[in-house]
Every structure is written in structure tokens, then in C-alpha cells.
């Protein structure tokens, strides 16, 4: 696994426990073991949605709460107060988890009172800008 880690520099997200059980022939075990020294080491790391990313030495990762990175989306792409905000689809894509953790994440922002609306095929819509101490 570190062979193709740092023979592919492309390599952001490492396979699945059962793609590289069928790859290597072993147990669970042993890979859930492998993964534990790589990230010992600080080649991996866990991400959301039971997936491991690569670690690139310098890289600058994003660790805050998804509902967090998903509010900068309304001041990084301009959004004003009553426009569409961007689907659970289209957001899963762009921060490579799962549409249901979007839809949680999205949630909260309705909670919160940042977006409005949503629901099976209802868009949701900026209901106000959240400002820079609401988003930390």
C-alpha cells in the first residue's frame, strides 16, 4: 500500500477494506492492521463515509464539520439571501461523501437558520449570509 501511495502522486483516496482484501488475499484483519501503520505514519487517514484519503506530505486539509465547509460555499460562490443553493447531489460530488451525510450537514444549516426549504425535490435557498464568527 505505501508502494502505490507514493508511486501514484494522483492517489487521493485509498481502496476499500474489501477491495484490498480481494487484491492481497487476506483477512480483514490484516488490512484494518495495514491502514492502522499508515496512519501511524501519516501517509492516511480516516474521512467521512468509512473511507481512508491519502496523506500528501504538505498538504493543507479541511477538518472542520461538514455543515461548516458547506456555509462557506454561500460567501465563496457569491451567493445572496433567496438564491438556490446548490443540491445534496451536487455537494456530495464536490466534498466526496455520501448524499445522506450532505442531507444531515444540510440540516443543521436549516437549523441554524442559514438555508431555507429543502425536501424531496424542493430546493433550498440561502436565508441569510452567515457572517465570519457564526461559521467558527
Known amino acids: 500500500m505505501k508502494k502505490q501511495i507514493e508511486d501514484d502522486p494522483d492517489m487521493a483516496q485509498l481502496p476499500s477494506l474489501a477491495e484490498v482484501m480481494q487484491e492481497h488475499q487476506v483477512s480483514r484483519g490484516v488490512v484494518v492492521r495495514a491502514f492502522s501503520v499508515l496512519r501511524q505514519e501519516g501517509m492516511a487517514e480516516p474521512a467521512p463515509g468509512g473511507r481512508w484519503r491519502v496523506v500528501r506530505p504538505g498538504e493543507r486539509i479541511d477538518r472542520r464539520p461538514l455543515e461548516q465547509r458547506i456555509a462557506d460555499i454561500i460567501t ?25 451525510t450532505v442531507t444531515k450537514a444540510l440540516d443543521k444549516l436549516v437549523t441554524a437558520g442559514v438555508l431555507a426549504g429543502g425536501g424531496q425535490g424542493k430546493v433550498r435557498t440561502v436565508r441569510a449570509v452567515p457572517i465570519r464568527e457564526e461559521r467558527s
Open 76 to 100: 465563496a460562490d457569491g451567493l445572496q439571501v433567496g438564491e438556490a443553493f446548490p443540491s445534496a447531489s451536487i455537494l456530495a460530488e464536490r466534498f466526496g461523501v455520501s448524499r445522506p
